[in-house]
């Protein structure tokens, strides 16, 4: 939702290491923006960097997510076109409430708050930005 835009598509993602989970490319095939999920190799995610203007990475959970960034820190640090997003644990669980076959989401971004309903039930979820990219996308 927040990368919504007509090229984005889905890779291969997992079963194939040179694709991520989601991808923006322009009309010649130069990837725009790499959106990953999880906790990624740092080795994946300098490809990446090097193959794409933009990379983000959104990673979920808890502990483990901490103990993934304090691994990578120094070295993640330095790639200038790479976004790191946490979703803390309870984002995550709020997120949950929404699985159902035939889901039909509202979504609402706002001064970087984001807001999930399903006419049910609802979220204000806040992801916390581990690193910002000093290249934005479209530079």
Known sequence: MLHAHEALSFGRGISAEEEPALWQKDLTGAIECWIEVGQPEEKAIRRACGRAKQVCIYTYGGRGTDQWWEKHLTTLERLNNLAVMN??????????????????????????????????????IELKILKGASTPIGQ
């Open 87 to 124: 979703l803390p644990l309870d984002g995550s669980r709020a997120l949950t409430t929404f699985a159902q076959p035939a889901m039909q989401l509202q979504c609402t971004i706002q001064e970087g708050q984001i807001w999930m309903a399903d006419g049910e039930n609802s979220a204000h």
